[in-house]
């Protein structure tokens, strides 16, 4: 399922809706914009929730963004680490539910 050629179809998300459209790529724009943390910490960030949510084409994009702000193995590497502790954590943390 996953081809990074569907995203090409998202100029039909353009087309159909182009107000929430505009607005989607605007915020996404400002999200990513250089402010307090650099568009490399932002891009690092986004690759940790893209790991975390395991979304193949936010992980691709992210990677290669990260990569032209100038993201080295390290950075990347630490980043996937923190994402895998989050995602350990909140397991570790919700096993308080089972426990009586």
């Given at each position: 399922?996953?081809?990074?050629?569907?995203?090409?179809?998202?100029?039909?998300?353009?087309?159909?809706?182009?107000e929430?459209?505009?607005?989607?790529?605007?915020f996404?724009?400002?999200?990513?914009?250089?402010?307090?943390?650099?568009?490399?910490?932002?891009?690092?960030?986004?690759v940790?929730?893209?790991?975390?949510?395991?979304?193949?084409?936010?992980?691709?994009?992210?990677?290669?963004?990260?990569?032209?702000?100038?993201?080295?193995d390290?950075?990347?590497?630490?980043?996937?680490?923190?994402?895998?502790?989050?995602?350990?954590?909140?397991?570790?943390?919700?096993?308080?539910?089972?426990?009586?």
């Amino acid at each position: 399922m996953f081809d990074m050629k569907n995203l090409s179809r998202l100029k039909k998300l353009d087309e159909n809706a182009p107000e929430a459209m505009k607005a989607f790529w605007a915020f996404d724009k400002a999200a990513f914009a250089d402010g307090a943390l650099t568009g490399l910490h932002k891009q690092l960030i986004a690759v940790a929730v893209a790991l975390t949510t395991q979304c193949p084409y936010c992980i691709e994009l992210h990677t290669k963004a990260a990569r032209a702000a100038g993201a080295s193995d390290a950075q990347l590497s630490e980043a996937a680490v923190v994402a895998a502790a989050i995602r350990a954590g909140g397991a570790i943390t919700h096993a308080t539910h089972v426990l009586t």
